[in-house]
């Protein structure tokens, strides 16, 4: 529970309702509809205020309406049923996988990951890695793992998006306000932070620690923004993915190295570590001494090491893997190696990667080696991780490379909307109360077809006119409060039209993503979207990585496309896209497209978050999409070819999905106002997408696959000393 000094904090808050400030700082009520009502009904305008920022929240409410609340029978009844259901969470220890592992006792995991999307309060996340592991944890909490988790705090998080009257995005910086956001400072000797001291690299790093309660997992956070450090060093941790190379290879030591010392100091020794992506991956080296301070070799050091890791990777682009040149690893690591025993040409084959002429230190090579379950996260991403790391594995044919794959998945009660859980419910609940909790069973979600057509699309159009409704109310503020420029209200969606058929497009603006594709034939995709009878509208929405000229581009050729007159309007481009934001949009629009250039998406998790609440997915042959299309769930289209551009065939196929089959089956209603076969077609996707793509059969399977082989080992090594 919360430590005294952070209560002391919020005097206004009764004792009577104090409770409140633990719910605050675990984010585990995000992800529980009836806990969020709990903060809701203290105020409904303070709580939007807050951008659904509890903590900020309790700060800004008055003591009246606190004590108000703590008096208010009706609100106490709510008040104690969550603070019941969160004690036992928190405390309840039957989880599944005790139930299921008891032999495991004692073990535990750590995983790292330079990013995690958890709520847009915290703002540690670029895209779809930081959402992979943010899902993780929560999910890990639902099971019950023995998991702990690292990253950094990032002070000014990923640069906030406007758009400019020429269509070029301006990367807004923000501070975040460490006291306003859901997280703690680790104390030592109850009174300050905690400092530790990066082991052995010169010149010296410091990281302060703070935690976030991610229901039963702790999250800890590094944080260099710290009087100890030089200026250039209290920078490291400001934001994500800094183009700067050297910057980031500080940024990886801090993670792996600093994020290592930190669980030791604190007293956690993993048995396992769980790298997500390269960037965590020197954590392995802290690993191999302290191995050696305990008295093993290098080589038994580092094949202990090696037997428990487990390695998960995300990048198709031989260019996307973090790899550093030779004279910057000296920089850092010439005190560093020795320590381990080993030579400076030893040091540096660990990182080498076969086939790359070029003297570097690459990261993914590296943690390839030095892992002993190695993961993929689709199935189409393991067999081209396979391919492209063959030279790795000269020994092995390809189809035996051992690297698998583990297909994402999404944390279920975080992305499906609260109305669809309700609907759900009245229908699941009475042969099944525990389905939620269960969602993995694919048995379960035949009762999908128990849902009456009318009810699905009544909600499903409330969705959509709430995903409308508040980007325009949005932008009507805009125009209001901050005299925005009247074509930046029109582009960003303000003749959207409650009633088309709107498709969705919402991603990083990487070019491999091809945001612009449906534009290939400007004047054919305007008789399709002003189609008077089935007018259809395009809602797109994402951020390009500030050093990414060419995905502002792109982002500027859309935005210019939405201001054309002859689109009427229906075109529409969403500022600063984040979580908030893809909540909207997954749950409200109708369709979800997605065309990345094959293979280069490794598996997609925004169209899965769609699909799980009846948003039709229409993408290319690539990522998680080949293990779920089954011809009833979405619609496929495109070329699969790596050799060559086929834009101009992708985009014809699009437009005759669209022309022939996705707008006439969409205005196809019966005389009782419901697209029937639509409707048929949610259903479907429904079912297929919620049971198998979701984060618990994901973390099930790293616990089969991974997990528990790799604690297998730790425990015969913790047994033999
Ligand atoms: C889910 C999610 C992503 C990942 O989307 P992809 O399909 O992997 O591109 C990115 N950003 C946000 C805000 C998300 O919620």
């Not at 919360?2 to 002391?8: N, R």
């Not at 009502?37 to 709580?47: I, R, S, T, Y």
């Not at 698998?404 to 669809?420: A, E, Q, Y």
């Not at 960003?492 to 534009?519: E, M, N, V």
């Amino acid at each position: 529970m919360t430590p005294d000094v952070i209560k002391s904090k919020f005097p206004q808050v009764p004792d009577r309702i104090s409770g409140l400030i633990d719910l605050a700082y675990n984010l585990w009520w995000s992800w529980n509809p009836a806990v969020k009502m709990v903060f809701k009904q203290l105020n409904h305008q303070a709580w939007i205020d807050s951008i659904h920022n509890p903590v900020k929240m309790l700060h800004a409410l008055p003591e009246e309406t606190l004590v108000a609340a703590s008096k208010n029978p009706a609100y106490l009844r709510h008040y104690d049923i969550v603070i019941a259901q969160f004690q036992y969470e928190m405390m309840h220890r039957h989880h599944w996988y005790a139930e299921n592992y008891p032999a495991s006792n004692g073990l535990s995991i750590a995983y790292f990951s330079a990013e995690y999307g958890i709520h847009h309060s915290l703002p540690f996340y670029a895209g779809g890695l930081g959402f992979l592991a943010g899902d993780h944890l929560k999910e890990s909490s639902d099971l019950g793992l023995p998991l702990v988790a690292v990253g950094f705090m990032y002070s000014e998080g990923y640069l906030h998006q406007h758009i400019g009257p020429d269509g070029w995005q301006q990367d807004i910086k923000e501070i975040l306000d460490r006291d306003a956001a859901p997280i703690n400072r680790v104390l030592y000797n109850h009174e300050n932070q905690l400092v530790v001291r990066v082991p052995f690299i010169d010149p010296p790093i410091f990281v302060a620690v703070w935690k976030v309660d991610v229901g039963n997992i702790p999250l800890y956070l590094l944080d260099t923004d710290i009087v100890e450090n030089d200026p250039a060093n209290r920078s490291i941790t400001y934001r994500l993915y800094t183009g700067d190379n050297e910057q980031r290879l500080k940024q990886e030591i801090v993670l792996g190295i600093g994020g290592s010392y930190v669980l030791d100091v604190l007293g956690i020794r993993p048995s396992v570590i769980h790298l997500n992506e390269g960037h965590p991956a020197f954590a392995l080296l802290e690993r191999i001494r302290e191995n050696i301070l305990d008295k093993y070799s290098y080589t038994e050091a580092s094949q202990r090491v090696q037997d428990t890791t487990i390695f998960t990777t995300h990048t198709p682009v031989p260019a996307g893997h973090d790899a550093f040149p030779y004279p910057l690893m000296d920089k850092y690591f010439k005190d560093y190696y020795p320590l381990l025993g080993i030579s400076r040409e030893t040091f540096l084959s660990l990182g080498h990667s076969p086939g790359d002429s070029r003297n570097l230190f690459n990261m993914t090579a590296f943690a390839l080696k030095m892992s002993t379950f190695k993961n993929g996260v689709s199935r189409r991403h393991g067999e081209v991780a396979r391919s492209m790391w063959r030279p790795l594995f000269p020994e092995v044919p390809e189809d035996e490379i051992p690297i698998h794959h583990i297909t994402n998945g999404i944390h279920v009660p975080t992305w499906l909307d609260p109305k669809m859980q309700l609907l759900l419910n009245r229908y699941f609940s009475p042969s099944c109360p525990q389905w939620l909790e269960k969602h993995d069973n694919q048995v379960l979600w035949e009762m999908i077809s128990e849902i009456p057509d009318d009810e699905l699309w009544a909600v499903h159009l409330q969705l959509k006119r709430k995903l409308v409704n508040r980007i325009r109310e949005h932008k009507r503020r805009r125009w209001v409060g901050e005299n925005a420029d009247p074509l930046n209200v029109i582009s960003g969606g303000a003749l959207l039209d409650p009633y088309a058929l709107t498709i969705g497009f919402a991603r990083r603006f990487s070019t491999y993503k091809r945001a612009d594709l449906i534009f290939h034939d400007i004047e054919r995709l305007k008789k399709i979207v002003n189609n008077p009878w089935k007018p259809i509208q395009i809602i797109f929405a994402g951020k390009a990585h500030p050093a990414d000229d060419e995905g502002k581009r792109i982002i500027q050729n859309v935005y210019k496309y939405a201001l054309q007159q002859d689109f009427g309007g229906r075109i529409a481009f969403v500022e600063d896209y984040g979580e908030q934001m893809a909540q909207y949009l997954v749950h409200g629009v109708d369709v979800w497209l997605n065309n990345p250039l094959p293979p280069l998406e490794a598996c997609g998790t925004s169209g899965m978050k769609a699909s799980l609440n009846g948003v039709l997915h229409m993408s290319v042959l690539d990522g998680w999409w080949p293990e779920a299309y089954n011809g009833k769930n979405g619609w496929v289209f495109g070329e699969v070819a790596t050799d060559r551009n086929h834009d101009r065939q992708d985009a014809e196929q699009l437009y005759e999905l669209l022309e022939r089959d996705v707008a006439p089956l969409y205005y196809m209603h019966s005389d009782d106002g419901v697209p029937h076969m639509w409707v048929k077609m949610m259903k479907e996707a429904i079912k297929c997408t919620a049971p198998r793509f979701s984060a618990k059969r994901m973390v099930k399977e790293y616990v089969r696959n991974g997990y528990i082989p790799t604690l297998n080992n730790a425990d015969r090594y913790r047994k033999r000393g």
